[in-house]
Structures are given as structure tokens and as C-alpha cells.
């Protein structure tokens, strides 16, 4: 029996003994996937609670779990349980952290944040990963040619050190095109690691992203369509290698809301 099951019995119920204390929110998501290529995962469905907690204006948090059964007998249920705070430390500093159990391989995933006067600092962690920490990141809003960019500029910890560097540019209100680039400081060899790039239709309830990532010698394009209480989702991915790739189709949709 996964250690973490005991972990989501006891999420569910302070999900149910809380309730008055902050709304719970349910989202149902389904996703169907072509079975062309096999590294393309199967047909899918995610339940998601989560309920929201409220301590006055300055503090703030939610448990949140999600069960994903599965539909192939050889392959095992996923379940997650978060749990996730903020508060106002002062007029200028503001404190968060997640703590995320994940099943069946019992991974704990836990982040922090500091945030103060545009600059945000923080930090991540991996049970699966031998490092204490897996990143350190600061980012920074700036100015560039006219354009508000955002800055990223962390070190990856997992294994050989790498320094990573992103920056989100937004060309005009419809589009972001943000190069994320690594490079090793044993050797000084720089490499694009992704270029996202992120567009809103003029209408404002469709949006998209494309990805090109080439280490794994892939792209991708993602569109998504806000529908009441949901967002349609169709994926596309192509390998630049000429290789079979994969599509899906999900549609995720907030089911009820009571508290």
C-alpha cells in the first residue's frame, strides 16, 4: 500500500471537518489521447478538491488533492496532496511555500518564496533528487527596448550544477516570446534549453503556446478555448526528428463550489 494513501484519507477528511472555514472548490478534467506513438500516456480523468483558507487580508491558504485513476490495468493511480501558504511578513515582503506529496513513487516536492519590492527569490526541493536543494531562482520585472520583461536567472543543483537563464518578453498585449538558455559552468557551453512563445486571441477567451525544446528534439502547440466554469485543451506534439508524435484533447471544468 503507497505510504502517501494514509496522507490522502486525511486530506479528504479535513477537506470535510473544515467546511464553513473556506470555500471548496471541485475541478473534474478529461483527457483523451491518441495511442499512435507509446510514449504518449493513456487516457485519463483528475478529480481535484481543494478548499481555501482565509486569515484575514494577510494570510492565506488551500489543501488541494488530486486522484487520477487509471484506465490500464499494468499502470497504478496517481494521487496528490498539496498544501500551500502565503502571508505578508510586511508592507514590502511576502512569505509563501508548497509542500506537494506525490503517489505512487512517494515523491515530497517542496518550494518557497520570497517576494519583495519586484525582485522574488526561491527555492526548491525533490526527495527523488540527491541534492538538498534542486533550484535556487531570482527573477526580476525590467524594461527592455520599451518592452516590460520578465528576468530569471537560477542554478539547477540535480547533478552537475547548471545556470539557467529565462527571459519573458512581451512583443504587445497578444504576445510573450520567452528563450529559456542553460549554460555549465565546468565547461562554459551554452545551450537553448526551450523557447516558449504565448499568444491571446483579440477576443480574449483563446490562447495558445508553442513550444520548441531541442535537447528532446520536439515541439509542441497547445490551445486552449475558456468555456462556463472550464477551458477546453488540445495539445499537439511534433518530434523534429522525424519520429510519430502525439496529440490530446481535455476538457477541464470546475464541477461545485460550496462553503
Known sequence: VPTSEPCTMIAIGVLAVTAGLGPLQGKLALSLRDQSSLASPGNEATLELRRGFSFGSDKLSALIVKFTPKFDRDARDKIEVSASAAMRASD???????????????????????????????????????????LIEASKGVTLAGKPCRLNAGVRLVGEPVVLAKLQVAVDSDLKITPIVSCRPSDGKYALVKLELNGVA?????????DIVPARAEASLEVKEAVEHGVWVVKATVPTDGSIGSTSLALRRGIFWWG
Open 202 to 210: 483579440k477576443g480574449g477567451n483563446v490562447g495558445w503556446k508553442a
Open 92 to 134: 514590502d515582503v511576502v512569505l509563501s511555500g508548497e509542500a506537494t506529496v506525490k503517489s505512487p513513487d512517494n515523491r515530497l516536492e517542496v518550494k518557497g518564496a520570497v517576494k519583495t519590492r519586484g525582485y522574488t527569490l526561491s527555492v526548491e526541493h525533490d526527495s527523488a533528487d540527491s541534492a538538498a536543494l534542486s
